[in-house]
């Protein structure tokens, strides 16, 4: 049995294997099949943090696969009430199939993960995003014109999961963040040890125009992330000249898309102009977050 918690648990060919079946159910998808991968099958989901697209896409995904989806919000199961993060684990585990969380803690989702006998998967956390780095994934294939990618922002789980992505891929990365601001050192770490085997270009840089020049694909977050919103006013300082705006857009290659895992907040980390500029590709980016997932929710099942 395995579980998704981070890119770094999985080699390049488990990821396209991954992708090769999002790809697959997609295109399924738009021809109206929808096949019953998971007839039956019950997905928990368990929320400490908000979602739109996380709610959605997972839900719709398993009435899709012909399976069933199960919101549980901590204000309403016993885990937000005290009970340990083990004993939920084992109970869920005897009642569904797979278990998604949208959690505050890498730790707490791995404590769940240690004591579930279903697989586990990480719909966020504060280290890693490793879903929504699938559906960019995708993106890029389906709409990029080459790999050299940018990612303007906050050293974040964002950051994180490009970096294990494009460790794991070979890819060609350059991360751009203020000082003080720069990813974890033992993340950092792990990518630039991945990349020796894989090939992938890593950088990190305190200047975004060094980062985007010549970009493919250019990538951003919000920098005022759910329950940081009392860094408001500070990261607004510090984050001066990292909007991605036309000016900057300018230095990116030619027929550079842009990325954005959404919610975007326009006139912050990009401007509207930008934003509505490369809306296409956002938002194909933002559905693909319901093909990939459903890639990833079938793949599991098939390694137990």
Same mark, same amino acid.
């Given at each position: 049995?395995?579980?998704?918690?981070?890119?770094?648990?999985?080699? &390049?060919?488990?990821?396209?294997?991954?992708?090769?079946?999002?790809? *697959?159910?997609?295109?399924?998808?738009?021809?109206?099949?929808?096949?019953?991968?998971? &007839?039956?099958?019950?997905?928990?989901?368990?929320?400490?943090?908000? $979602?739109?697209?996380?709610?959605?896409?997972?839900?719709?995904?398993?009435? !899709?696969?012909?399976? @069933?989806?199960?919101?549980?919000?901590? %204000?309403?199961? !016993?885990?937000?009430?005290?009970?340990?993060?083990?004993?939920?684990?084992?109970?869920? $585990?005897?009642?569904?199939?797979?278990?998604?969380?949208?959690?505050?803690? !890498? #730790?707490?989702?791995?404590?769940?993960?240690?004591?579930?006998?279903?697989?586990?998967?990480?719909?966020?956390?504060?280290?890693?995003?490793?879903?929504?780095?699938?559906?960019?994934?995708?993106?890029?294939?389906?709409?990029?014109?080459?790999? *050299?990618?940018?990612?303007?922002?906050?050293?974040?789980?964002? $950051?994180? $999961?490009?970096?294990?992505?494009?460790?794991?891929?070979?890819?060609?990365?350059?991360?751009?963040?203020? &000082?003080?601001?720069?990813?974890?050192?033992?993340?950092?770490?792990?990518?630039?040890?991945?990349?020796? %085997?894989?090939?992938?270009?890593?950088?990190?840089?305190?200047?975004?125009?060094?980062?985007?020049?010549?970009?493919?694909?250019?990538?951003?977050?919000?920098?005022? #992330?759910?329950?940081?919103?009392?860094?408001?006013?500070?990261?607004?300082?510090?984050?001066?000249?990292?909007?991605? /705006?036309?000016?900057?857009?300018?230095?990116?290659?030619?027929?550079?898309?842009?990325? @954005?895992?959404?919610?975007?907040?326009?006139?912050?980390?990009?401007? /509207?102009?930008?934003?509505?500029?490369?809306? &296409?590709?956002?938002?194909?980016?933002?559905?693909?977050?319901? @093909?990939?997932?459903?890639?990833?929710?079938?793949?599991? /099942?098939?390694?137990?």
């Amino acid at each position: 049995m395995r579980h998704f918690l981070t890119l770094n648990d999985f080699s &390049k060919e488990e990821i396209k294997e991954i992708i090769d079946l999002g790809i *697959k159910i997609k295109k399924e998808c738009k021809k109206g099949e929808f096949k019953p991968y998971l &007839k039956e099958q019950t997905l928990a989901m368990i929320f400490e943090k908000s $979602s739109t697209r996380t709610r959605i896409s997972f839900e719709t995904g398993m009435y !899709q696969l012909g399976g @069933h989806a199960l919101f549980l919000s901590s %204000k309403d199961i !016993q885990l937000g009430r005290g009970e340990p993060i083990k004993d939920t684990a084992r109970v869920i $585990s005897s009642m569904a199939n797979l278990a998604m969380l949208r959690v505050y803690k !890498q #730790s707490d989702l791995l404590e769940f993960a240690k004591f579930s006998t279903i697989p586990v998967i990480n719909g966020l956390s504060d280290e890693f995003h490793p879903m929504q780095l699938l559906a960019d994934y995708l993106t890029i294939l389906e709409c990029a014109n080459g790999d *050299k990618i940018a990612y303007i922002g906050d050293g974040n789980n964002m $950051s994180h $999961s490009w970096l294990m992505l494009a460790s794991k891929m070979g890819l060609n990365l350059s991360v751009a963040t203020p &000082k003080g601001y720069e990813p974890d050192a033992k993340i950092v770490k792990i990518a630039k040890e991945n990349a020796k %085997k894989s090939g992938a270009k890593i950088s990190l840089t305190n200047d975004p125009k060094e980062a985007i020049e010549k970009a493919d694909v250019v990538a951003t977050d919000t920098w005022i #992330s759910m329950g940081q919103e009392d860094e408001r006013e500070r990261k607004l300082k510090h984050f001066k000249g990292f909007c991605v /705006d036309e000016k900057m857009m300018a230095i990116a290659a030619k027929k550079a898309i842009v990325l @954005h895992c959404l919610p975007a907040y326009r006139g912050y980390e990009i401007t /509207d102009e930008v934003f509505e500029k490369h809306a &296409k590709e956002i938002f194909i980016e933002a559905e693909n977050r319901l @093909h990939t997932q459903k890639g990833v929710m079938v793949w599991l /099942d098939k390694m137990r």
